[in-house]
């Protein structure tokens, strides 16, 4: 199952290791305590993994406790990116909404 592939670091906090999907750059952070924890999708999991595979992203890809499928990024999804080797995502700032 994928959600034992995690490790939770706090009360708050999962995160998704390097080691989850080839490519991966940085970790991903989850914020989720163990209530949320049972809901979290693997589609979603697996879309914070994706995002940590994009060029320059800084520090982490993040997620929001709120998180569910997007297009690219998860709903809820976060990730910051380096000015000069980062990408600028139109799935991370929401273009489906009008």
Known sequence: MTIERLRRIDETRLEVPT???SGMRVPGIIYVDSILEKDLETHCIDQ???VATLPGIV???TAMPDIHTGYGFPIGGVAAFDLDEGIISPGGVGYDIN
């Open 19 to 21: 080691d989850y999907k």
């Open 48 to 50: 914070v993994a994706n």
């Open 59 to 61: 520090r982490a890809s």
